[in-house]
């Protein structure tokens, strides 16, 4: 069972995680951070569960975690406005991805738009979710799902999917752990915030395929030849070169970059 006292003694962050939702079981964390009341207060409220009944990825799949072993949780932000928010989801990744390097000590890399691989497995994944009253910016709720003291992935994940205890084979406290992400998804918030362009060189050195020719789909269809794939820009568009040297941009809605075979 996760243990909130010891989260909460561990935490040092001066405003994340300091509002604590935690409960043993929840449909998905992303879902109830998005029906949360409470406008313009929410602004770095956690939301954590033990066991996620029906956890969400990106591209309407769902998101499968045995309860107690892993991370399951979504951080409310509420910065004013809903640009840039795919480069608030590389901030996030790229904390987690510097987080388990530290612990795994082997190279951690982004995948394009947000999941988190070692060794071409993937050991994370977000999901970014911007609410609205209308049509006026609410907040934004980054879910994180982290694969921590799991061991053993169902026959669809199992060629594909990691977690820390795979690659140290020692247990981590998800506790310690996740306090000292926050840490670090504090950091490079205020980096996004104040749209630092270290935070855009350190993301796209970590995103697989950068610099590197490859191909693209753009609103599903495979464009022909390759592609250049020259990371992200400071709205967090993505850029690429064609064999012409034109450079063309792309949103992360329209665009999936095809680096090997696995899915998404
Ligand atoms: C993906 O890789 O497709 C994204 C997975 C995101 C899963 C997390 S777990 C916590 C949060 N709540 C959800 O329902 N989904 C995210």
């Given at each position: 069972m996760f243990n909130t006292d010891l989260f909460e003694k561990e935490l040092s962050t001066?405003?994340?995680?300091?509002?604590l939702f935690f409960f043993?079981?929840?449909?998905s964390t992303n879902t109830f951070a998005k029906n949360l009341i409470g406008d313009g207060s929410l602004h770095g409220a956690l939301i954590i569960t033990d066991?996620?009944?029906?956890g969400r990825g990106q591209y309407e799949r769902s998101w499968e975690t045995n309860s107690g072993e892993n991370l399951t949780f979504s951080i409310v932000f509420e910065p004013g406005n809903g640009n840039r928010l795919t480069v608030l989801t590389l901030a996030c990744a790229l904390a987690v991805a510097e987080q388990l390097e530290d612990i795994t000590k082997q190279q951690v890399e982004l995948k394009w738009p947000n999941d988190v691989l070692v060794n071409e497995n993937k050991i994370a994944g977000l999901l970014t979710e911007a609410s609205f009253n209308g049509n006026k910016f609410k907040r934004v709720v980054i879910g994180i799902g982290l694969n921590v003291n799991q061991t053993e992935f169902s026959d669809e994940l199992t060629d594909w999917a990691t977690s820390i205890k795979n690659l140290t084979k020692d247990d981590s406290s998800r506790e310690k752990l996740l306090a000292r992400l926050l840490t670090r998804i504090e950091y490079y918030y205020r980096l996004w915030e104040s749209v630092d362009i270290e935070l855009i060189k350190k993301i796209n050195k970590r995103l697989?395929?950068?610099?590197k020719w490859t191909s693209i789909s753009v609103d599903s269809d495979l464009l022909d030849g390759e592609y250049k794939f020259l990371g992200i820009n400071e709205s967090g568009q993505m850029v690429v070169l064609n064999k012409e040297l034109e450079v063309n941009t792309f949103s992360y809605e329209q665009v999936r970059v095809h680096f090997n075979s696995q899915p998404g």
């Open positions: 001066s405003w994340l995680g300091r509002e043993d079981e929840l449909g066991h996620q009944t029906h697989i395929g950068y610099g």
